[in-house]
Each structure stands twice: as C-alpha cells, then as structure tokens.
C-alpha cells in the first residue's frame, strides 16, 4: 500500500479543484486535519495500521467538496473508493476508509476509536485558540454558498453547535472540552449583551 502518494493524490486534487468559495473547507483545513489526526492518534495509541487508514480518510474526508457542496462525505467515499485501489488498497481498506469519512457527517457518528479520532480532529478548532478566525471563515463560505446569515443568526447558530457538540477521544475531553466551554461562555456573553 503506497499511502503517501495515495495521501499526494488527494492534496494535488484538493489544490487544483477545489472551489474559489470555500472559505473553511480549503486545503488549510485538510492539512490541519491530518497534523490534528496525527497527534490524537499518538496521544490514543492507535496501531501502526489504523493511522495509515485514519490518515488516508482524513486526507480524503473533505475531497468531495470539489465536486459539489452538499453530500460531499458521500462524494468524498465514491472518490476514495475510485482512487485508492491504484495505490494498493484492499476493498477492506477501502470500505473502514469510508466508514471514517462518513463517521465526519454532522452530527458526528464514530463507532469505535478511529473513527472517534477523525471526528475530534475535524472539529478541534471548536477548543482552539483561534476559533474566532476559523468560525468567521465557515460563515463566509456559508454566505457564498447561498446562506446568508446576519450576526445573530451565526451566533445563535454557533451557540447551539457548541451546546450540542461533545467530543470523543479522551485527550479531547481533557484538553479540547474545557477550552470549548469557554468559547461557548463567551458567545453566550455576547448574546446576552445583544448580540455580535
């Protein structure tokens, strides 16, 4: 299996057809994405095997977005499932990839650590020191993709993600939760004070 050049593959294509409208789902937040799954997988134990896998999807996981804005999870599956049998990948391989990708869907439905892995890394901003910055990108990309949000509605929004968001990996819920909280405090601050 010639992950590295499967993992080449992807990132080549996501540089050359992504949309000029995607603001949040760039090739910044794929390669945040794998630096992310990366680490947690180190901090989770995860085998020699599995991080081969969760790094594939994870390279992988937003790469129908260069198709089409809505279902890309489901785009990004056929894309793997096309691309990686050129790079060694057993049909196996292929499908627990998918399962990883689809794992990602909001809302987030990991089975089994791996998966729990890829969701915290796709979201991790959510306790990140710049969730501000990478929260405002998400709305611009929303807006031009046709939803159109004012201030109040991105902060009620984004209340509500944070409220009913929870992460999984236990180095999430030690180190990401408690920083997410305090995202969540400050937004509610704001919308107590009237808003944005």
Same mark, same amino acid.
């Given at each position: 299996m010639e992950d590295k050049k499967a993992i080449d593959y992807v990132l080549r294509k996501l540089q050359n057809e992504l949309p000029d409208n995607l603001r949040y789902h760039s090739m910044e937040h794929t390669l945040a994405v794998l630096h992310s799954a990366e680490y947690l997988a180190g901090k989770e134990g995860l085998a020699d095997d599995e991080i081969v896998l969760l790094l594939t999807a994870a390279a992988y996981h937003d790469s129908g977005f260069t198709v089409a804005y809505k279902s890309h999870e489901e785009i990004g599956c056929k894309i793997a499932a096309e691309a990686l049998p050129q790079f060694g990948y057993s049909d196996e391989q292929i499908k627990v990839i998918q399962s990883l990708i689809m794992a990602t869907k909001i809302p987030q439905s990991p089975s089994n650590k791996v998966e729990k892995v890829l969701c915290d890394a796709d979201l991790d901003y959510l306790g990140g020191d710049n969730y501000g910055e990478i929260s405002d990108?998400?709305?611009? @990309?929303?807006? *031009? #993709?046709? %939803?159109?949000?004012?201030? @109040? @509605?991105? *902060? #009620? %929004?984004? %209340?509500?993600? *944070? @409220? #009913?968001?929870?992460?999984?990996?236990?180095f999430a819920l030690k180190v990401l939760k408690p920083r997410k909280q305090l995202v969540l405090d400050r937004l509610k601050r704001e919308a107590a004070s009237g808003g944005a």
């Open positions: 990108s998400l709305r611009d @990309e929303l807006g *031009l #993709n046709g %939803i159109v949000l004012s201030a @109040e @509605e991105w *902060l #009620n %929004i984004q %209340i509500k993600f *944070l @409220e #009913n968001h929870h992460y999984w990996t236990d």
